[in-house]
């Protein structure tokens, strides 16, 4: 930016980013998101340091690649989720598809969320810092019961250690190693994620008949648009694509 307009950017109104951010976005080789953003949190850090008043630079609109999220089918759930050896990382893995978790919500579970009596559990401060409460399953329930009293977890569901060695909740680095080493040893040959199981949970829910409104709710999705993103990825029974050259086929069968 001070080379395009020979000085510094201090000098400059907000007109003028704005339109040099805008230049950048239609030249040839578009940058990244990531280009724009720290260029923006420069600007705004340059202008405290400086003194000046507050800046008021938005990030302009990118188009963003939209790409459908990996899912896993019912059987490659089932043997993903029995793949880990220990009770505790089986437990994880099975909870954060049963209830559609994100990675962080899961980890920041607590003992008392959980109600046995009402098969429910209590996800505190989601994305947006929005609580929900999410049904548990039988089988869960029975899981996580075998896993309490044989772990006897403190405060935390699942527990880990922090670097001085004290008990804590199970740190982030520990719930992506739980996930490498189950793709590992699976051999499902697709990249998975603790989000492969949270987009899993929202297409086997669709497929079984669940109503998108539902969905958002059980999701914490803030918008309806969100979620519609599964429904290209379903398979309806009614409108499940077909090959036409298997029925052209199949008719020639039946005619001979």
């Known amino acids: 930016m001070a080379v395009h307009f020979n000085c510094c950017p201090s000098e400059l109104d907000e007109d003028q980013m704005l339109d040099y951010l805008l230049y950048c976005k239609n030249q040839h080789k578009t940058p990244s998101e990531?280009?724009?953003?720290?260029?923006?949190?420069?600007?705004?850090?340059?202008?405290?340091?400086?003194?000046?008043?507050?800046?008021?630079l938005q990030l302009p609109e990118i188009q963003r690649t939209k790409k459908l999220?990996?899912?896993?089918?019912?059987?490659?759930?089932?043997?993903?989720?029995?793949?880990?050896?220990?009770?505790?990382?089986?437990?994880?893995?099975?909870?954060?598809?049963?209830?559609g978790l994100r990675q962080f919500e899961?980890?920041?579970?607590?003992?008392?969320?959980?109600?046995?009596?009402?098969?429910?559990?209590?996800?505190?401060?989601?994305?947006?810092?929005?609580d929900r409460y999410l049904p548990l399953g039988e089988h869960m329930i029975r899981g996580i019961k075998k896993y309490i009293k044989s772990e006897r977890p403190e405060k935390w569901l699942f527990m880990g250690n922090d670097r001085n060695g004290n008990r804590t909740s199970l740190s982030k680095a520990g719930a992506h190693w739980i996930v490498n080493q189950s793709c590992k040893k699976s051999g499902i040959d697709k990249k998975i994620t603790c989000h492969t199981l949270r987009h899993s949970?929202?297409?086997?829910?669709?497929?079984?008949?669940?109503?998108?409104?539902s969905l958002m709710e059980l999701l914490g999705h803030s918008c309806i648009e969100t979620t519609m993103i599964y429904l290209h990825i379903c398979q309806f029974k009614r409108a499940r694509s077909f090959s036409p050259l298997d029925v052209l086929y199949d008719r020639g069968k039946d005619q001979k």
């Open 106 to 130: 899961a980890l920041n579970l607590q003992l008392s969320d959980l109600d046995f009596d009402r098969k429910m559990v209590h996800v505190r401060e989601g994305k947006g810092k929005k």
């Open 201 to 213: 949970y929202a297409t086997h829910l669709l497929e079984m008949g669940l109503d998108i409104v």
């Open 34 to 56: 990531s280009f724009f953003k720290h260029t923006v949190y420069g600007l705004r850090a340059l202008f405290k340091v400086k003194g000046k008043k507050k800046l008021h």
């Open 69 to 99: 999220p990996i899912v896993l089918s019912q059987q490659e759930i089932k043997h993903f989720i029995l793949t880990p050896k220990l009770l505790k990382h089986r437990v994880l893995l099975a909870l954060i598809y049963d209830c």
